[in-house]
């Protein structure tokens, strides 16, 4: 009976809205996927959770910029993510929206509770706020003004809110990280061990300066912070608090699948806030990498993102989901290029599985009119395919213990390959030639139907289309998949098979690469001229990518007046030095015409204070002087900002020239 069974609860981020997904959010989606399908083959009661977090400043400044409500914004996208999982046939539970009125309620009793506690007070914010990642920073962590986390700007940000004792959870929260089992990679927590040995300062958790969130309960001018309303949501869709029996049948959940960068909301403040609500704590989070681009980072207003959507319409669902599980290892960066994604699906899908399914079925036809014979007995290297085929199971199961994907579906297709050198070592053409050798030529037929049948299962929870269509070439459509017939080699004798076409079509790489790459381009180019339409501006006919674009950060767009309000100078720097007081602040010299200025710019972690001097650049030249560690800056220097990296913008004119 169900209720018998263990369970097992997963979930996934829940994606901002503020635009349509891309390939990362896919492989995040995908692997969890994954787990969910593996878990449930090995007979466990899988819950698994996505959804979209859609309140927050973000959302409200992009839909503002489209001309829409937040709600008419985010129902447009959300719609595209739902639809976007229902094609890749991604096999969750539960969607929650974080606008849905039993997340809503349910937020503001949290809320009450902690407050009731004494875990909230309320205070007067004054620091730093990034609005693309929705996160708090400190002067000290937001070295030159810009976020830790996305390098974008970030905002000072004073005003009355309510806090969170975050404080309070310090040691007890310390203690959960130095767990081994806990957080994964270890890399990552490490990071976080030394993050929380810094001292964690007391949080905020509402803001007042715009209104699209869950109010606080008994002051609703303020609004809960969206993180906090966010993290909530893995609790308040399973009946937290109303409904305890519910909630405990999957509570406490078993993984947080996040990407590295929101680690830290998983693994400290949301085991902090679970504390506070004296909730048992999730088992384990999992920080995975990220996908990158040659050209640097997703960015989906510039367009450069990979569109799942584009690549499932060409190669099939079963196709992107075995490329993202089967190409990256999990909790590292890895480069997405379409050559790599390509290769794979040629050698691993269409030569490797695709022609063993094909021959193997073919020759069932030819030498048996299509029905599988039964064996007759076992010789040559017959016991070693039986042997890798009946244990590549525990195998599998060792790696996605350990959630190597990679390595999980490598040990599949090594047993893919042995069985395609079974062909070769065996060579069934040349068996039936001699009526004598139809016994040897039976068993031959009988072991690679059994040894394809336990692959059909094996993939199964990885690209369970591809299992399906296998099994129905096979002949055993109808039969259900059983993980446990993984270690049986008795099932396929007397089953009829049917010949259908290739299970995936081998791909002409230099043609494809030149159609995605059109196709970006196009992409880009639409991408592109939106982000000038939002900014009120044409776009060339001819050229789409030299024309201003609508930041990523959401900034409200701008006249020609307020860009007139900058003063920006070429500037020549003359000499620089490393800050007395700040590692990451070098503070330069510059000759601005006549003039000579100091001004600091957070760029150590980029440059060198020898690369600085001698560098042409352009100067903010009419920023208000202000004090960083004890030391005047007068003006910024402008950097390109590459991947985190700060490239120099070298103007080919005079110092002091005006830039326009
Ligand atoms: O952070 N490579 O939402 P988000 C791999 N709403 N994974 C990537 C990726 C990339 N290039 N880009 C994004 C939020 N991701 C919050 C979460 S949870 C309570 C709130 C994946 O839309 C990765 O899993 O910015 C990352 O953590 C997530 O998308 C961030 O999605």
């Known amino acids: 009976m169900a209720e018998d069974k263990k369970t097992f609860y997963i979930t996934t981020p829940i994606y901002y809205p503020s635009a349509d997904l891309h390939i990362g959010h896919t492989y995040c989606t995908v692997m969890a996927d994954a787990i969910a399908r593996y878990k449930r083959a090995k007979g466990f009661d899988v819950r698994f959770q996505t959804g979209t977090d859609e309140h927050g400043q973000k959302i409200q400044q992009v839909a503002e910029k489209n001309g829409v409500t937040p709600i008419q914004y985010v129902d447009d996208v959300v719609g595209r993510i739902r639809k976007l999982w229902d094609t890749m046939e991604i096999s969750y539970d539960d969607f929650v929206r974080t606008t849905e009125p039993r997340h809503m309620e349910r937020v503001q009793a949290e809320f009450e509770y902690m407050e009731k506690k004494g875990d909230i007070y309320l205070g007067e914010y004054e620091g730093l706020y990034c609005t693309p990642c929705e996160s708090f920073w400190t002067e000290t962590q937001a070295v030159g003004g810009l976020c830790p986390d996305c390098g974008r700007p970030v905002e000072k940000v004073k005003e009355e809110a309510y806090f969170f004792r975050l404080s309070k959870y310090q040691d007890r929260v310390l203690e959960l990280l130095e767990d081994p089992d806990f957080l994964y990679p270890e890399a990552r927590r490490n990071e ?240 039936a030639k001699d009526p004598e050798l139809k016994g040897r030529l039976d068993t031959v037929m009988f072991n690679l139907a059994e040894s394809i049948r336990i692959i059909s299962v094996l993939i199964h929870p990885f690209i369970h289309n591809t299992s399906e269509k296998i099994r129905e070439q096979l002949g055993i459509a109808d039969q259900p998949v059983v993980w446990a017939d993984t270690k049986r080699f008795d099932m396929m004798a007397g089953v009829q098979v049917h010949k259908g076409e290739p299970i995936f079509p081998r791909l002409d790489i230099e043609k494809e690469i030149k159609e995605l790459e059109a196709i970006t381009e196009e992409q880009k180019r639409q991408a592109m001229a939106k982000a000038a339409h939002d900014a009120g501006k044409p776009v060339a006919a001819d050229k789409s990518n030299n024309e201003p674009e609508a930041s990523e950060a959401g900034k409200p767009a701008i006249t020609i007046d307020d860009f007139d309000k900058i003063d920006l100078r070429v500037g020549k720097i003359l000499s620089c030095k490393k800050h007395p007081n700040a590692d990451k602040l070098l503070i330069s010299q510059v000759q601005i015409g006549g003039e000579v200025r100091q001004i600091i710019s957070g760029v150590a972690a980029s440059h060198t204070p020898e690369e600085m001097e001698g560098q042409s650049v352009v100067v903010v030249a009419n920023l208000k002087p202000r004090k960083l560690r004890g030391e005047t800056s007068h003006g910024m220097i402008l950097f390109a900002d590459n991947e985190g990296r700060h490239e120099f913008v070298t103007p080919h004119a005079p110092d002091g020239n005006v830039v326009k």
Not at 221 to 241: E, F, R
Not at 321 to 347: C, H, I, P, S, W
């Open 192 to 431: 976080m061990i030394n993050f929380v040995k810094q001292g964690l300062e007391d949080l905020c958790i509402s803001r007042i300066d715009f209104d699209w969130g869950i109010p606080v309960p008994g002051n609703p001018k303020h609004v809960i912070y969206v993180w906090l309303d966010a993290l909530s949501n893995y609790a308040t869709t399973l009946g937290y608090p109303d409904k305890p029996n519910e909630l405990s049948k999957y509570w406490p959940c078993d993984i947080h699948l996040v990407g590295k960068e929101i680690v830290r909301f998983h693994s400290i403040i949301w085991p902090a806030m679970l504390m506070s609500l004296d909730m048992p704590l999730p088992k384990h989070v999992l920080g995975h990498g990220w996908i990158l681009l040659e050209g640097g980072k997703m960015s989906k207003s510039r367009g450069n993102v990979v569109d799942p959507v584009k690549l499932i319409n060409r190669y099939g669902v079963d196709a992107v989901k075995y490329f993202l599980l089967r190409e990256y290892a999990f909790g590292q960066d890895g480069l997405y290029t379409n050559e790599v994604m390509l290769n794979r699906l040629n050698y691993d899908l269409a030569n490797d599985l695709g022609n063993l399914v094909s021959r193997t079925v073919a020759m069932i036809e030819k030498y048996d009119g299509g029905v599988v014979p039964a064996p007759a007995g076992v010789e040559g290297p017959d016991a070693d395919l039986r042997e890798m085929g009946m244990s590549t199971e525990e195998r599998v199961d060792e790696y996605m213990n350990r959630f190597q994907f990679n390595n999980a579906l490598e040990e599949i297709w090594k047993f893919i390959r042995r069985t395609n050198k079974y062909i070769d070592e065996t060579s069934p053409w040349i068996l």
